[in-house]
């Protein structure tokens, strides 16, 4: 039904930006929202930033405001965020997240690593 994948993740130096991917590659006929996790390393996952389905309801953890934006084309399936001026301090596992509208089913892709050296 929403099977996600990530990909995008990788190692950067602090100041750098990077691209995070998501798709969504199974058959989903219902409205889903969709959103960024991560787990630091030796911490609990946090919510990074979500988006609705229109696209037009946003929500960012205010460590990250000004820093990454989300965005998602329902017509390929697929979820963004762009993340600039990287600091160390967001090394962490990022994971992808849909839930559907209607009846709450949570779906999370595999995660992929993100490493900003200083």
């Known amino acids: 039904q929403v099977e996600l994948v990530e990909s995008g993740g990788g190692l950067v130096r602090s100041g750098d930006s990077l691209r995070l991917s998501c798709t969504n590659s199974?058959?989903?006929?219902?409205?889903?929202?969709m959103g960024w996790f991560r787990r630091p390393p030796g911490k609990e996952r946090e919510a990074v930033a979500a988006?609705?389905?229109?696209?037009?309801?946003?929500y960012y953890a205010d460590s990250v405001k000004g820093r990454f934006t989300i965005s998602r084309d329902r017509a390929q399936s697929t979820l963004y965020l762009q993340m600039n001026s990287l600091k160390p301090e967001d090394t962490a596992v990022y994971y992808c997240?849909?839930?559907?509208?209607?009846?709450?089913?949570?779906?999370w892709g595999q995660g992929t690593q993100v490493t900003v050296s200083s």
């Open positions: 997240a849909a839930r559907l509208t209607k009846d709450g089913s949570d779906y």
């Open positions: 988006i609705g389905w229109f696209g037009d309801n946003t």
């Open positions: 199974g058959r989903t006929f219902s409205p889903y929202a």
